[in-house]
């Protein structure tokens, strides 16, 4: 998994600008502000690079309309599936306006990743996807950073320089949930957190219950246990964005009483994703197929296109999946024919 923030050379630099801006800090904005539901599907965005290896806007946006079309609740963009940290600061920026220009006027809620190398920086970014009208961010907690009290400071810095409804990302140390209380306590904005680092069906109740329910449990992992986590009480889900569209009718149908359609839906997915994963698809492949991407290429890959399929390059019997070759795309593309009937994008 690639490093995420903030080098182990540049933390004591870090928490001491962290430390600085957090005794400067002044009311924090009010909670619950209208806007769009922040709760449901918010995949993470991919992010879709041209032959020239730079990032596609176009591209970029479409995924934010064939979100809109599909009644998918929200987008997160950029985060860890997002290849965040192989974007520059200006692709970051242009990207976040990229999207949120697509977004205008549709129901998908466009969450922008505002983590960085200093913070400084990460306030940048913060400022920006308020400037540019994104619906809320998102923040990976800095890296090397594991003491309740710095992720605190962290995380109430970004707090109180936004009134936009904040996400946290438990990823990749669990926190405690002491911490995530203390949070939701002190920071207004943060009402969401996006719990995988830790056995997230062990922590949803305890979260929900010490909250009062205050909290909506966001869970990742490629949302392989939805309809456990539905059964406990979880609020979101952050699936990649391919067949977003069918995780969110899966959602939905739960929370309107349906639930042995839920569950049926959501078996659809599990099924789409063993096809997926034997004929070892790469993960933007979906979205080439459904007419939204233009290549499969990544930056995380040598040689251009990605080759891993989903779950980081393993079939679904942990073994690593076959090359991906025409016989593969004829597969893939059969199983979604299959997936026709309940496709909305």
Same mark, same amino acid.
Not at 87 to 109: F, Q
Not at 322 to 335: N, Q
């Given at each position: 998994m690639p490093s995420i923030g903030v080098p182990a050379s540049g933390r004591r630099q870090f928490l001491q600008v962290l430390g600085a801006g957090a005794l400067a800090l002044g009311r924090l904005p009010a909670a619950d502000k209208p806007g769009k539901p922040m709760r449901g599907l918010f995949p993470i965005g991919a992010s879709p690079f041209t032959d020239a290896n730079e990032l596609d806007f176009e591209c970029l946006a479409a995924q934010v309309k064939f979100l809109n079309r599909g009644g998918v609740h929200g987008v997160i963009w950029?985060?860890?599936?997002?290849?965040?940290?192989?974007?520059?600061?200006?692709?970051?920026?242009?990207?976040?306006?990229?999207?949120?220009?697509?977004?205008?006027?549709?129901?998908?809620?466009i969450t922008i990743g505002v983590q960085g190398p200093d913070m400084p920086t990460v306030l940048e970014y913060v400022k920006h996807a308020e400037k540019v009208g994104a619906?809320?961010? #998102? @923040?990976?907690?800095?890296?090397?950073?594991?003491?309740?009290?710095?992720?605190?400071? =962290? =995380?109430?810095?970004?707090?109180?320089?936004?009134g936009l409804p904040l996400f946290v990302q438990s990823q990749p140390f669990p926190m405690s949930i002491d911490l995530i209380v203390r949070m939701y306590k002190e920071i207004p904005t943060f009402r969401q957190i996006k719990d995988e680092a830790g056995d997230t069906l062990a922590r949803i109740t305890e979260i929900r219950t010490r909250t009062d329910d205050g909290i909506k449990v966001f869970t990742g992992n490629g949302v392989r246990n939805m309809i456990n986590e539905l059964m406990l009480g979880a609020q979101g889900y952050c699936p990649t964005t391919d067949l977003a569209d069918i995780y969110a009718q899966a959602f939905d149908l739960w929370n309107a009483g349906k639930r042995t359609q839920a569950?049926?839906? &959501?078996?659809?997915?599990? #099924? &789409?994703? @063993?096809?997926?994963?034997?004929?070892?698809?790469?993960?933007? =492949?979906?979205?080439?197929?459904?007419?939204? &991407?233009?290549?499969?290429?990544?930056?995380?890959?040598?040689g251009g296109d990605a080759s891993a399929g989903r779950g980081g390059g393993q079939g679904a019997s942990g073994r690593a999946a076959?090359? &991906?070759?025409?016989?593969?795309?004829?597969?893939?593309?059969?199983?979604l024919d299959l997936l026709k009937p309940y496709l909305k994008a």
């Open positions: 950029p985060q860890i599936a997002s290849e965040w940290t192989t974007l520059s600061k200006k692709e970051r920026l242009d990207g976040a306006e990229a999207m949120t220009a697509a977004g205008k006027g549709g129901k998908t809620a619906d809320a961010i #998102c @923040s990976l907690p800095p890296a090397n950073v594991t003491d309740d009290g710095a992720l605190f400071d =962290y =995380y109430k810095q970004i707090g109180s320089t936004t569950f049926d839906m &959501f078996g659809r997915v599990l #099924c &789409f994703n @063993s096809v997926v994963q034997t004929a070892g698809a790469p993960q933007k =492949y979906v979205l080439v197929a459904r007419g939204v &991407f233009k290549n499969t290429r990544s930056r995380r890959a040598s076959r090359p &991906f070759d025409a016989a593969g795309e004829k597969t893939v593309k059969e199983a």
